[in-house]
């Protein structure tokens, strides 16, 4: 654990290093310009608690990648769209079926999230610009359900996104991406069950390779 923290500063230390030292490439007039982001994105604690407690996912992160474009319409202002694609979330029961013996049940859930949105950013300071950000969106979820994953069912619901972060400009067309950002999902309706929940929030940690064009 020692020397993986030892590797993740020296990698941040080689981050700042090079951003200062070009940073002066990278210039503050920007307007006019389209950036595209490739990213990583892990999203913490998805849960659905659907009022079936062999329908329930519970608590677990998910991490899945996406692009975003982002289109600067003066040098402090940005509009921006995102599309994030996350990997499958696998919940697995024991179902007993009497006797002392039981059956494996499998449920599974991949998730797609989509955001469009406004950010003010700051100047450079040094290689670094600063910015916050807000959007809305949709997400669309596709269920298996049941020992075989014989039951299907899929949903589309509002979702909604804030946050902030940084990127780190190593030229004035390459420069990398750290973002912490607050998301709001509506959940499917997939029973009318006493105590189904509507919606799911948590936090997004992203990071990728941004190029300004």
């Not at 950010?119 to 040094?126: C, E, S």
Request: charged share 15%; net charge positive; with cysteine.
């Amino acid at each position: 654990m020692k020397k993986r923290s030892a590797w993740i500063k020296c990698v941040f230390l080689l981050v700042a290093v090079m951003g200062f030292t070009l940073s002066g490439f990278a210039g503050d007039e920007i307007a006019g310009t389209t950036e595209v982001t490739g990213y990583y994105q892990q999203y913490r604690n998805f849960s659905f608690k659907t009022g079936d407690e062999y329908m329930d996912f519970s608590p677990a992160r998910i991490g899945g990648g996406g692009f975003s474009v982002a289109q600067n319409i003066a040098d402090w202002f940005a509009i921006w769209s995102q599309l994030s694609i996350y990997g499958t979330k696998t919940q697995v029961f024991d179902v007993p079926i009497g006797w002392g013996t039981s059956f494996q049940y499998e449920n599974k859930v991949r998730v797609i999230n989509n955001l469009e949105g406004i950010r003010y950013q700051t100047k450079l300071h040094g290689p670094f610009r600063f910015y916050v950000k807000g959007g809305v969106g949709f997400t669309y979820y596709n269920f298996t359900f049941g020992r075989y994953g014989d039951v299907g069912a899929s949903g589309t619901k509002f979702s909604a996104g804030y946050g902030g972060g940084t990127d780190i400009w190593f030229n004035r067309n390459i420069g990398i991406v750290f973002d912490v950002s607050h998301i709001v999902m509506g959940l499917p309706n997939l029973t009318d069950l006493p105590g189904r929940e509507s919606f799911d929030s948590g936090l997004t940690y992203t990071t990728g390779l941004t190029i300004r064009f």
